[in-house]
């Protein structure tokens, strides 16, 4: 039983529950133990209501996910140096600040850790 609602639930959205691997390295320690991480647009809705934007700093390049934490999947990889627009951000279950964030003069890209945006990520929450 336990299996089918776990198929049934990554089916709609990925849903993980999960340690210290949902923030990338250097983020705050967990608050708990049993925080749930949750990755997709249906759990973490934006949209534009920030007109900042910012740089990528990140010598390796910032991975942007499906999701405001480090485990939800990865679905591409911005330079290092190159300039975002923000939407707006999200605080996840760690306390961590994410960035909805779409390529200058592009259409929306993924969520990005703030600590990789040069100046902080997005002010407005979404």
Do not use: Q
């Amino acid at each position: 039983m336990r299996i089918r609602r776990a198929l049934a639930v990554t089916a709609v959205g990925v849903t993980l529950a999960v340690g210290a691997a949902a923030a990338p390295a250097g983020a705050a320690a967990a608050p708990s133990a049993g925080v749930t991480v949750t990755c997709g647009n249906a759990y973490w809705p934006h949209t534009d209501k920030d007109n900042g934007s910012g740089t990528i700093n990140k010598s390796d390049g910032a991975a942007v996910h499906t999701g405001p934490y480090g485990a939800c999947t990865t679905v591409g990889t911005i330079g290092d140096g190159i300039k975002v627009e923000y939407e707006c951000y999200s605080v996840n279950g760690y306390g961590n600040r994410w960035t909805w964030v779409r390529m200058v003069g592009g259409g929306s890209f993924g969520w990005v850790y703030n600590a990789y945006l040069d100046n902080g990520g997005a002010t407005v929450r979404c």
